[in-house]
């Protein structure tokens, strides 16, 4: 109890340099969770029960979390099935039906008959699905609201992850993710939102695995990794962040963490050989694309990039040093947009030149992103911010995690979409989130106002358009 009543007395001693909370109560108590690791007493439910304390938001963010979720599940309830979803929802019931023989099924697929081993995804969402459809006999609503689930645990997740980096606007940047139109819009029955949610767990456990000497982080996140991968290949690259942090934190002598998602894959494949003769994760594999094709690509993804992140041009200035021009940078880009939808809904006919308009503001508003993000990377910290977690650690693991994500999009996806660039959405908002720090008032509201209403007018349009196909 000695080194427990210390902790305090620093803590009280060091109040005011604490950058976690926002109310004095929650500073405190993060601060004396913090002695406490350094005392090395933080063990079982007294270091769970410290940092619940230390974490534990107030009424008021309660309630706009609690509205966020509630806005992930309203928009997805009820949607008609279209994309994808007949292709997962076939796969559901072969699988509710042959358990051992999850690719082995077929389905009819752009005018041909296709087995599922000949599909680009793994099962395991499946699985969630075909056991939700089969308690739930495949209620359309049941569905969607299993996947708007994964949702609302990603936007749990990236608010802790905002915590534990020591974010001075959490709360905004978890709105600004939850407001994206890749994120609200692009639900459905389709693997991107779950597969965020993945992504997001696996970063959590990962930085937290930085907090003490204990490795059960590290275990838990190479776990997490190695489910992910089973949902979408897409997180197949962030073994190496994974292998990178274990050697930081550890050098060689917890590498052995690694053969947990390289075990879970390993099994995988061999149940694919024992069931259609091959990998599935080696399959699929096309040709790889080439020098100018790839430049097209990033092109591609950079637009993509501007266009799910209303706020992406105000991020570019404000991180490239011009603070005084983000906020006309963000009404800028809304009013462009506005003018196109005043546009649609007057009735006049869309025509080449509109479409041709919207590429340009969105490839702008992305490249200052990019060029934002490169000049923050470069840039030399200004000092070592008390937090739970050294920054620098977190700078690397968060940059290097897109990196890895963007090059194998660009390389393996077979189409550039808005929803594939989901997964670096929260990594650039954590990058670049010092850009929101002098973010007045008013531009602030402009811009979550803005991107909730924009995101809500596409899902309206979304539910019309579905039902009508």
Request: charged share 15%.
């Amino acid at each position: 109890m000695n080194g427990l009543a210390a902790g305090v007395r620093r803590a009280k001693r060091h109040s005011a340099s604490s950058e976690i909370g926002t109310a004095g109560c929650r500073i405190k108590k993060a601060q004396i969770y913090r002695e406490q690791v350094k005392c090395g007493r933080n063990r079982g439910i007294l270091s769970f029960g410290y940092w619940i304390m230390a974490v534990r938001p107030p009424a008021y963010e309660r309630s706009v979390l609690l509205l966020l979720c509630l806005l992930v599940i309203a928009l997805n309830i009820g949607k008609p099935i279209h994309i994808d979803d007949g292709w997962h929802i076939r796969a559901a019931k072969w699988i509710a039906e042959h358990p051992l023989r999850p690719m082995s099924g077929k389905v009819q697929w752009n005018g041909s008959e296709q087995y599922f081993h000949e599909g680009n995804n793994p099962p395991l969402l499946f699985y969630g699905l075909a056991a939700v459809g089969t308690l739930l006999r495949w209620n359309e609503w049941a569905l969607h609201l299993f996947i708007s689930l994964f949702g609302v645990f990603a936007i749990h997740l990236f608010r802790r992850i905002t915590i534990v980096l020591g974010c001075r606007r959490g709360l905004f940047l978890t709105a600004v993710l939850a407001s994206s139109p890749a994120f609200l819009v692009t639900q459905n029955l389709m693997l991107d939102v779950p597969l965020l949610a993945f992504e997001l767990w696996f970063l959590l456990l990962l930085l937290r695995g930085y907090q003490g000497p204990s490795s059960r982080h590290f275990i838990g996140a190479a776990l997490v990794l190695g489910l992910a991968v089973l949902i979408k290949y897409s997180l197949f690259p962030l073994i190496l962040v994974l292998g990178f942090s274990l050697w930081r934190s550890f050098k060689a002598r917890r590498l052995w963490i690694m053969s947990i998602p390289m075990g879970i894959w390993a099994l995988w494949s061999l149940m694919n050989v024992l069931e259609f003769g091959v990998p599935h994760m080696m399959g699929n594999v096309g040709a790889l694309p080439g020098f100018g094709e790839l430049c097209e690509r990033l092109l591609t993804n950079v637009m993509i990039m501007g266009s799910i992140l209303p706020a992406a041009a105000g991020i570019g200035v404000a991180l490239i040093g011009r603070t005084r021009w983000q906020g006309p940078a963000i009404g800028l880009g809304f009013a462009c947009i506005g003018i196109l939808l005043i546009r649609a809904l007057s009735g006049v006919p869309p025509d080449p030149g509109s479409g041709r308009a919207l590429v340009v503001v969105f490839t702008v508003a992305g490249a200052l992103l990019f060029i934002g993000l490169i000049v923050t990377s470069f840039r030399p910290m200004a000092g070592e911010r008390k937090g739970p977690i050294d920054q620098g650690h977190a700078r690397t693991v968060i940059g290097s995690s897109a990196l890895l994500l963007l090059a194998f999009n660009m390389v393996y996806a077979p189409f550039m979409a808005p929803r594939h660039m989901l997964l670096l959405l929260p990594l650039v908002l954590l990058i670049g989130h010092e850009a929101f720090t002098d973010l007045s008032k008013k531009w602030s509201v402009v811009l979550i106002s803005g991107s909730f209403a924009l995101c809500i007018w596409m899902a309206v349009s979304d539910h019309r358009y579905a039902s009508f196909y």
